[in-house]
């Protein structure tokens, strides 16, 4: 059966992965719904909305009448809770309201939720984590999106599904809350300034069980949910299958990256690496990369974050297996396959 998908947030880690895995399927189509259009997404034809406005969202898409499928993977960023929930369940309200006004055979929604459903930005947490844990306190925006969707759905003819990955990695242009883009530009910068690779978080991050959410494995999941009937309106947690230790990975990054490992030493990346803007571009230039701004190649907010979280961060994926979705991947293979991308995209410096 035929689809015509609306991928929302294109721009993004998730939704890039996504629309271009769906748009290399047979009988899909896909469009991608982003603030900007630029850097075009091959095979995917680029809508520019801004979907806090309503109006301008029924606008925009008034002409596509025939929808069958949306991945929303939009988000906006706000300092509280109580405001992350009021605009993201707004942006998921305002392009429902104009897909279902356009296109009555709408069938199903995939929308992403994550860690943060289990408290992973909040401290320990029970693992591994499974999707029937019980809620937290709310605010919380994945909940919120979730009870709008099946308010919304009653007598309705679509279904959705939640995904819910942990520290997505994989690329997008001006996308910088990537762990990927964190940990390759960390090591270019030191591989430049002579230096060994040092984890820079604490003692028990380092040795505390993670797990991480490769963009490609996202998008097969996003891709089986659409057509998957068991996938109907459940939540399933999707990783790459495997934990580790940043103990045990650290050292075959390093090696990745061609150069010496040292000893763990916390150090903030918002303090460190904030003023090496002035070193990245030398780099663009000697080598010719894509001219990325600096403050938009990684977050290392996002980096602190992780690196500093010294609790076990592991989810169950029984769920999603019992439902039919197999897909994984060696998180050490990832890195690796990830990183050579990025020097195939001239987003980091070819090793040598």
Same mark, same amino acid.
């Given at each position: 059966?035929?689809?015509?998908?609306?991928?929302?947030?294109?721009?993004?880690?998730?939704?890039?992965?996504?629309?271009?895995?769906?748009?290399?399927?047979?009988?899909?189509?896909?469009?991608?719904?982003?603030?900007?259009?630029?850097?075009?997404?091959?095979?995917?034809?680029?809508?520019?909305?801004?979907? /806090?406005?309503?109006? !301008? &969202?029924?606008? *925009?898409?008034?002409? $596509?009448?025939? =929808?069958?499928?949306?991945?929303?993977? %939009?988000?906006?960023?706000?300092?509280?809770?109580?405001?992350?929930?009021?605009?993201?369940?707004?942006?998921?309200?305002?392009?429902?309201?104009?897909?279902?006004?356009?296109?009555?055979?709408?069938?199903?929604?995939?929308?992403?939720?994550?860690?943060?459903?289990?408290?992973?930005?909040?401290?320990?947490?029970?693992?591994?984590?499974?999707?029937?844990?019980?809620?937290?306190?709310?605010?919380?925006?994945?909940?919120?999106?979730?009870?709008?969707?099946?308010?919304?759905?009653?007598?309705?003819?679509?279904?959705?599904?939640?995904?819910?990955?942990?520290?997505?990695?994989?690329?997008?242009?001006?996308?910088?809350?990537?762990?990927?883009?964190?940990?390759?530009?960390?090591?270019?910068?030191?591989?430049?300034?002579?230096?060994? /690779?040092?984890?820079? !978080? &604490?003692?028990? *991050?380092?040795?505390? $069980?993670?797990? =991480?959410?490769?963009?490609?494995?996202? %998008?097969?999941?996003?891709?089986?949910?659409?057509?998957?009937?068991?996938?109907?309106?459940?939540?399933?947690?999707?990783?790459?299958?495997?934990?580790?230790?940043?103990?045990?990975?650290?050292?075959?990054?390093?090696?990745?990256?061609?150069?010496?490992?040292?000893?763990?030493?916390?150090?903030?990346?918002?303090?460190?690496?904030?003023?090496?803007?002035?070193?990245?571009?030398?780099?663009?230039?000697?080598?010719?990369?894509?001219?990325?701004?600096?403050?938009?190649?990684?977050?290392?907010?996002?980096?602190?974050?992780?690196?500093?979280?010294?609790?076990?961060?592991?989810?169950?994926?029984?769920?999603?297996?019992?439902?039919?979705?197999?897909?994984?991947?060696?998180?050490?293979?990832?890195?690796?396959?990830?990183?050579?991308? /990025?020097?195939?995209?001239?987003?980091?410096?070819?090793?040598?």
């Amino acid at each position: 059966m035929r689809r015509k998908v609306l991928v929302a947030g294109a721009q993004g880690v998730i939704g890039r992965a996504a629309a271009l895995r769906l748009a290399a399927q047979p009988d899909t189509e896909v469009i991608g719904l982003s603030r900007r259009t630029e850097p075009a997404l091959p095979g995917v034809p680029l809508v520019a909305v801004d979907l /806090l406005d309503a109006a !301008g &969202t029924q606008t *925009a898409l008034a002409d $596509l009448h025939d =929808v069958t499928h949306i991945v929303f993977g %939009a988000y906006i960023e706000k300092a509280t809770a109580a405001e992350k929930s009021a605009v993201n369940v707004a942006i998921l309200r305002n392009l429902l309201d104009a897909v279902e006004a356009s296109s009555p055979g709408l069938r199903h929604i995939s929308f992403y939720q994550g860690g943060k459903a289990y408290g992973a930005d909040l401290g320990p947490f029970k693992t591994p984590a499974r999707e029937d844990d019980p809620r937290l306190m709310p605010p919380n925006f994945y909940y919120d999106q979730e009870d709008f969707l099946r308010e919304r759905q009653k007598g309705k003819g679509w279904s959705f599904t939640a995904l819910r990955p942990e520290a997505v990695c994989g690329f997008a242009v001006g996308n910088p809350m990537n762990l990927l883009t964190v940990i390759a530009v960390y090591a270019t910068i030191s591989k430049e300034l002579g230096i060994p /690779l040092r984890f820079p !978080g &604490t003692e028990a *991050a380092y040795r505390a $069980l993670y797990q =991480v959410s490769s963009a490609d494995i996202l %998008a097969q999941a996003t891709d089986w949910a659409g057509t998957e009937p068991g996938a109907a309106n459940e939540i399933f947690n999707i990783t790459n299958g495997d934990y580790f230790r940043w103990q045990h990975m650290f050292p075959k990054i390093a090696a990745m990256f061609d150069m010496p490992l040292a000893d763990p030493v916390p150090t903030p990346l918002v303090t460190y690496m904030t003023d090496k803007g002035p070193l990245w571009e030398r780099l663009v230039e000697r080598h010719g990369l894509q001219p990325i701004a600096y403050e938009a190649v990684a977050s290392w907010a996002f980096g602190d974050f992780i690196f500093n979280s010294g609790f076990d961060n592991i989810s169950s994926t029984i769920k999603a297996r019992r439902a039919g979705f197999h897909a994984c991947i060696d998180t050490e293979d990832m890195f690796r396959e990830q990183f050579e991308q /990025l020097r195939q995209l001239r987003v980091i410096p070819p090793l040598g």
